[in-house]
């Protein structure tokens, strides 16, 4: 399979996930249920694909969702689920652990459905919108257990807004009172939270990370942030780039060793079947200036 084929196979896993997860919630909303067992095989399918081909679905997910009407909290589900999964793997977890923390951080907003899309949307307003905000892990925490989700899963629901420095909700747990689940899907939907609120996509990411960065020594456990950033680089796949040679490219994957020298696919030259044939910038040859927005790229290209 070739480098065009498996980006379109990846287009259309993650637009097959979304619909799914729609599929979900519509179900736990319109007639009460929630099949665990059909959540876990889901899991399993998004868990070896992000194994198989993680850079194809992170890119995949900018060019399915670019021209859909997009509704968030299912995205932002999605979303936080494959980022789960990736700071997972990276900390080696056994397969099933990574299904059970892929399947909380699905689920980890499912009471969030039945509050109006504003509160969740700006967090809340007014003091009962927080409050309403506040309590929401509890409530997501007795939905799944009601539908005899494991304990390990709930309890990672219940702790996902959780901090280091015990400023999360809705326990105020501090540091190692907080499970490694609810440690992962912390930084996982902050991340994908934090990249969001940025308006040009072409950048999120790297804002996205910048803004997790800034906060990691209080409210993040260091060693999760870490395995985000080395799995996905301060540059995430689909950033585009100013190199210093003046060459204009789009990072396709981040190097493992090195996060602040991601794989680069440089404007105008032929796209390589094997991502080891792409331009691979290092202290030692081409760096990367900064990031540049759509706009900068369409102007100069």
Same mark, same amino acid.
């Given at each position: 399979m070739n480098d065009t084929e498996r980006a379109k196979r990846a287009e259309e896993f993650y637009a097959s996930f979304l619909k799914y997860t729609e599929t979900l919630f519509i179900d736990l909303t319109a007639r009460n249920e929630l099949d665990f067992n059909s959540v876990v095989e889901k899991i399993r399918m998004v868990t070896e694909f992000v194994k198989k081909d993680r850079r194809y679905l992170m890119h995949a997910k900018q060019v399915v969702e670019s021209d859909a009407n997009e509704n968030y909290?299912?995205?932002?589900?999605?979303?936080?689920?494959?980022?789960?999964?990736?700071?997972?793997i990276y900390l080696k977890l056994p397969?099933?652990?990574?299904?059970?923390?892929?399947?909380?951080?699905?689920?980890?907003?499912?009471?969030?459905?039945?509050?109006?899309?504003d509160i969740y949307l700006n967090g809340g307003t007014t003091e009962q919108e927080r409050r309403l905000m506040a309590v929401h892990p509890i409530h997501a925490y007795k939905i799944i257990k009601g539908f005899n989700f494991p304990l390990s899963i709930c309890e990672? *629901?219940?702790?996902?807004?959780?901090?280091?420095? !015990?400023?999360?909700?809705?326990? +105020?747990?501090? /540091?190692?009172?907080?499970?490694?689940?609810?440690?992962?899907?912390?930084?996982?939907?902050?991340?994908?939270?934090?990249?969001?609120?940025? *308006?040009?996509?072409?950048?999120?990411?790297?804002? !996205?990370?910048?803004?997790?960065? +800034?906060?990691? /020594?209080?409210?993040?456990?260091e060693t999760v942030v870490r395995a985000l950033v080395y799995s996905l680089s301060i540059y995430p796949v689909g950033t585009y780039v100013l190199l210093s040679d003046g060459r204009q490219g789009q990072v396709v994957d981040a190097d493992p060793e090195n996060p602040r020298y991601p794989i680069v696919?440089?404007?105008?030259?032929?796209?390589?079947?094997?991502?080891?044939?792409?331009?691979?910038t290092s202290p030692k040859g081409v760096s990367i200036?900064?990031?540049?927005?759509?706009?900068?790229?369409?102007?100069s290209t």
């Open positions: 909290h299912i995205s932002h589900s999605v979303r936080s689920s494959i980022i789960a999964l990736i700071i997972g397969k099933h652990r990574l299904i059970e923390v892929g399947v909380a951080a699905l689920v980890r907003d499912i009471s969030i459905l039945k509050l109006p899309p990672a *629901v219940l702790q996902h807004h959780e901090r280091e420095d !015990g400023s999360g909700y809705p326990q +105020k747990l501090t /540091g190692d009172r907080i499970g490694v689940y609810g440690k992962i899907i912390a930084v996982a939907c902050s991340y994908e939270a934090f990249s969001t609120k940025h *308006v040009d996509e072409a950048k999120c990411g790297h804002m !996205g990370m910048m803004t997790l960065l +800034k906060n990691e /020594g209080n409210q993040f456990d696919h440089v404007h105008g030259e032929p796209l390589p079947g094997e991502i080891d044939n792409t331009l691979k200036v900064r990031t540049l927005t759509r706009k900068e790229v369409v102007v």
